[in-house]
């Protein structure tokens, strides 16, 4: 297996623009984690996923956040409007159990200016 | 509430034997899980601790004490690649949380 793809690597936009981040898990995993990094506030659970489900999106910071999981090989986590705090590293990871071991994706660098 | 609190920093010489805390304060407690990033890269699963003891992994130990709501992971034979940071993480609380501490960076010295 590939593991977790995430795309784009990369994402430099302007304040206000639609942001969109895909991710791909691990076939046969069923839960599915989104994930923001900062120095200030360090690795941050968005938004995670079981079997297709959001079960915990508290950690979704406003409304300008919205995450989908249509079938169990792809997510999207939207920003709408971005804003220059939105600037992190988000990774997804997914697993077979939410407990134990989590396999993250590479990334995507997000620079809003 | 749920929180987790580990060292910021923490400073070995290559060869050694280091012990990186974790304290945890969560209700409904599943596990602790060790992780660890290197600088650019993403974190990559250590270790899972469920019940009260120590798991052996090659040179990677983690501990867990569920009656001190307290673990660590311990490093022995410090090599200059294991300079990262390191996340325990719980699951737990009546919404099923997961959360990841503030991470432990290791500096090692040759």
């Known amino acids: 297996d590939a593991g977790v793809i995430q795309s784009p690597r990369h994402e430099v936009t302007e304040m206000g623009q639609e942001v969109t981040l895909r991710c791909k898990p691990i076939?046969?995993?069923?839960?599915l984690f989104w994930y923001r990094q900062t120095m200030m506030r360090g690795l941050e659970l968005l938004i995670y996923?079981?079997?297709?489900?959001?079960?915990?999106d508290s950690g979704m910071p406003e409304d300008r956040f919205s995450a989908k999981m249509p079938n169990a090989s792809f997510s999207t986590l939207k920003i709408q409007p971005s804003e220059p705090r939105d600037s992190a590293v988000y990774f997804c990871?997914?697993?077979?159990?939410?407990?134990?071991?989590?396999?993250f994706g590479p990334g995507t660098r997000l620079t809003v200016t | 509430g749920q929180s987790l609190e580990q060292p910021s920093e923490v400073t070995a010489v290559e060869g050694a034997i280091v012990q990186i805390n974790c304290t945890y304060q969560?209700?409904?407690?599943?596990?602790l899980s060790w992780y660890q990033q290197h600088d650019g890269g993403a974190p990559t699963f250590l270790s899972y601790?469920?019940?009260?003891g120590l798991e052996e992994t090659g040179r990677f130990s983690s501990f867990l004490s569920r009656s001190d709501s307290y673990g660590y992971l311990l490093l022995q034979e410090l090599q200059m690649k294991d300079s990262a940071s390191y996340f325990c993480?719980?699951?737990?609380?009546?919404?099923?949380?997961?959360?990841f501490g503030k991470g432990t960076r290791l500096h090692i010295l040759p």
């Open positions: 601790n469920a019940l009260d």
């Open positions: 996923f079981n079997n297709n489900v959001p079960i915990d």
């Open positions: 993480a719980v699951r737990g609380g009546r919404d099923d949380k997961i959360i």
């Open positions: 076939s046969g995993h069923d839960y």
């Open positions: 969560t209700s409904g407690f599943y596990g």
């Open positions: 990871a997914s697993s077979l159990n939410p407990s134990y071991e989590q396999y």
